[in-house]
């Protein structure tokens, strides 16, 4: 079952703060963050393994609800670099193959 | 070179041609997946290898035929494809189980044409 994001789209002026939604209906072994720029390959931003796990990467941190089978991506203080389309990708299993369902993707536009 | 490198960059094809795309890792990772992006739709899983076997096969149509030889390469045979198969075709490299500190590592992809 495909994660669902939300919002769809977003854009921001730099300096301001972004809030992205995942959500799924099964419960969920892991979570991934992607950024992927245009015509470029997703970039690995993190993973949150166990339910309330907090990460940060700069500016950029997320947080893992398992109750709620949830994650949402933080970005404060928004740069330019910051465009791109963000994906989660949810593991249900914890089978061995450590198998990902993205969501459909966040397109965000920081301007100057 | 490091990463994952996947070849052609791009590629157009006819409906009745053969193809093959082609994904190389040098991150000594075990597990290797295809996905597709088309325009406006979220990363679809096609195919997983875990230690050179397929353990997935997310009913993708047979038009389409991983190989997986060794841990570090994976193919994809294309043959009778359609257009609504163009797509920009992902590979991506992961340890077999996910740590805490790292997550799938994909290519640039194959931009793919058939015409």
């Known amino acids: 079952q495909q994660p669902v994001q939300s919002p769809q789209a977003v854009i921001l002026r730099e300096g301001e703060d972004a809030v992205i939604n995942c959500s799924s209906s099964k419960a969920l072994y892991s979570v991934h963050w992607y950024r992927q720029k245009h015509g470029e390959a997703p970039v690995f931003l993190m993973i949150?393994?166990?339910?309330?796990e907090q990460k940060g990467h700069e500016k950029i941190s997320a947080s893992f609800n398992e109750k709620k089978q949830q994650s949402s991506l933080y970005l404060t203080a928004s740069q330019l670099s910051y465009s791109g389309t963000y994906f989660c990708g949810t593991a249900v299993g914890s089978g061995n193959t450590g198998k990902l369902i993205f969501g459909q993707g966040t397109t965000l536009q920081v301007k100057p | 070179e490091t990463g994952v490198t996947q070849t052609p960059r791009h590629l157009v094809m006819g409906m009745t041609n053969k193809k093959s795309l082609k994904c190389e890792q040098h991150l000594g990772h075990n597990a290797m997946y295809w996905y597709k992006q088309s325009a406006k739709k979220p990363l679809e899983l096609m195919f997983v290898y875990s230690l050179e076997e397929r353990v997935e096969n997310n009913s993708v149509p047979s038009r389409f035929s991983p190989e997986c030889p060794n841990s570090s390469h994976l193919f994809l045979h294309l043959h009778t494809l359609q257009p609504e198969d163009s797509a920009l075709y992902l590979c991506?490299?992961?340890?077999?189980?996910?740590?805490?500190?790292?997550?799938?590592?994909f290519g640039s992809g194959t931009r793919l044409t058939v015409v």
């Open positions: 991506a490299s992961s340890q077999m189980w996910p740590t805490s500190n790292y997550g799938y590592t």
């Open positions: 949150l393994l166990k339910g309330g």
